[in-house]
């Protein structure tokens, strides 16, 4: 029982440091920030659960997915640093690229905005790769041993937590966020659009030395 508890402590600290859920806030809020307050809701419960089914298949089915289709981890840090590189170019300029606002939205507050279009976010790139991104799954993978179900459940179980407490900082963003106003939110939209690209370019780099394109 104790290694099982310093197991979950462990995957709790993991999990945490690579969703790091009051960042991840500051993007949502930036992602969301002409939105109504019905459809940010919407995409906050949405691209949680993605990225926890995501993981899921993942804890569950990893090994076996990554050998049917012959996918490496480089890869997928390659193909995740390109995304999240160009949505972040996209902040930097205060552009609304399909990936993250196909149209511009007028909404007011408390206005009810729910559009399929609106919430394509909470898949690109919210859930994927902004939560379960190359790291988050390698984490997964990696606290899950094959055969140890008790194990297993635990990460899971760990998982599901760090989710519930994204979703609620996903909510309570614009509280937080709530003093420094359009400007400031304009602001801070652009900082995490650089933070975005220099993450994804950073992806893109451990993905090439992975794979002994860099030395």
């Known amino acids: 029982m104790p290694d099982l508890i310093h197991h979950m402590l462990a995957v709790f600290m993991a999990f945490l440091a690579m969703m790091n859920p009051v960042a991840n806030a500051v993007i949502f809020l930036g992602l969301t920030a002409q939105m109504g307050v019905h459809t940010t809701r919407v995409v906050a419960r949405r691209s949680v659960l993605v990225a926890f089914l995501i993981v899921l298949v993942f804890i569950l089915f990893g090994p076996l997915v990554f050998s049917l289709f012959g996918i490496t981890l480089s890869a997928l840090r390659i ?22 606002h196909p149209k511009p939205i007028a909404a007011q507050a408390g ?105």
Do not use: N
């Not at 193909?79 to 993250?100: K, T």
């Open 79 to 100: 193909a995740g640093g390109i995304l999240i590189s160009l949505v972040g170019f996209r902040m930097l300029h205060g552009e609304l690229s399909r990936i993250s």
């Open 111 to 215: 206005e009810v905005v729910d559009s399929e279009d609106q919430t394509d976010i909470a898949i690109t790139p919210l859930a994927i790769p902004v939560l379960a991104g190359p790291g988050t799954i390698a984490t997964a993978m990696s606290y899950s041993p094959s055969g140890k179900w008790l194990y297993i459940a635990a990460t899971l179980g760990v998982f599901v937590l760090i989710c519930i407490i994204t979703f609620y900082a996903f909510i309570f963003a614009e509280r937080i966020l709530a003093r420094i106003g359009r400007d400031g939110i304009a602001v801070v939209t652009r900082l995490m659009g650089l933070i975005l690209a220099v993450i994804g370019v950073q992806m893109c780099l451990e993905g090439l030395k992975s794979s002994g394109v860099l030395g």
